[in-house]
């Protein structure tokens, strides 16, 4: 069964500090997807970004970048120099590409940055 | 403009009084669902459906229908709602065939009190 651990409920910052938010997941798949999506406090989730299990490369989006290892079953999620508009709750998921389409969320982490 | 729409945003309700909850998206996706969100749970899908007339179950049917006559809409349908049911839906809808069906692209949400 997959599983997704963001062990993180609420990280605190003051602005323009990096932080990184942890994933860690469990599957049984060889193919799989990884999600970030981003809940600002208006309420809406916003997709961030999708990688693949077979593709480790690191991707980075601006302030933003995933570091995914195979090795460790982690995705994370790092901010360089966070702004307050960073603030809001991020959600990992998980979805293994053989399975029934039912992705699996972490429960998030809520991120407050500071001005 | 591409989107998905719930409504009604808001809903406040008694036991038992059925309600049906609108999901519509203009993206021509084969792909929806439905999720509840609740403080510390993260997001649980209650139903997909990979196109008209396809749908199944995901972790937490119980107490809730769907039906998908037509592409565009995925109504949730709550026969005789009770307050465990209060909480925070949100309908997605992706494209159905390779990687992109894991990119989903979520609803406002609806946030739903059952008194």
């Known amino acids: ?115 | 403009e591409a989107q998905v729409t719930q409504n009604p945003r808001y809903l406040i309700t008694v036991t038992g009084k059925k309600l049906t909850v609108t999901c519509s998206q203009n993206m021509n996706h084969e792909y929806m669902s439905w999720y509840r969100q609740d403080p510390g749970l993260g997001l649980r899908q209650i139903y997909y459906s990979m196109n008209v007339e396809v749908t199944d179950k995901g972790d937490v049917p119980e107490g809730y229908k769907v039906s998908r006559k037509e592409k565009r809409n995925f109504p949730l349908i709550l026969e005789s709602p009770s307050p465990n049911q209060t909480s925070l839906y949100f309908c997605a809808s992706s494209f159905g065939e390779g990687q992109t069906r894991y990119e989903q692209y979520f609803g406002p949400g609806t946030r739903l009190t059952v008194t």
């Not at chain 1, 910052?13 to 208006?42: A, G, H, I, M, N």
């Not at chain 1, 360089?80 to 998030?108: H, M, N, W």
Request: glycine share 6%; charged share 20%; with cysteine.
């Open chain 1, 1 to 115: 069964a997959q599983k997704v651990t963001q062990a993180q409920t609420e990280i605190s910052v003051v602005e323009k500090e990096d932080v990184t938010l942890d994933c860690v997941y469990e599957t049984r798949d060889t193919t799989y997807y990884l999600f970030w999506y981003k809940q600002p406090p208006s309420g809406e989730l916003v997709f961030l970004i999708r990688r693949n299990s077979f593709d480790e490369q690191n991707e980075i989006s601006g302030r933003y970048s995933w570091n995914f290892q195979k090795s460790t079953s982690s995705f994370n999620f790092t901010i360089t120099a966070s702004q307050v508009v960073d603030s809001a709750v991020y959600f990992c998921a998980l979805s293994e590409a053989g399975g029934s389409y039912i992705p699996t969320f972490g429960r998030g982490t809520s991120l407050i940055v500071h001005p």
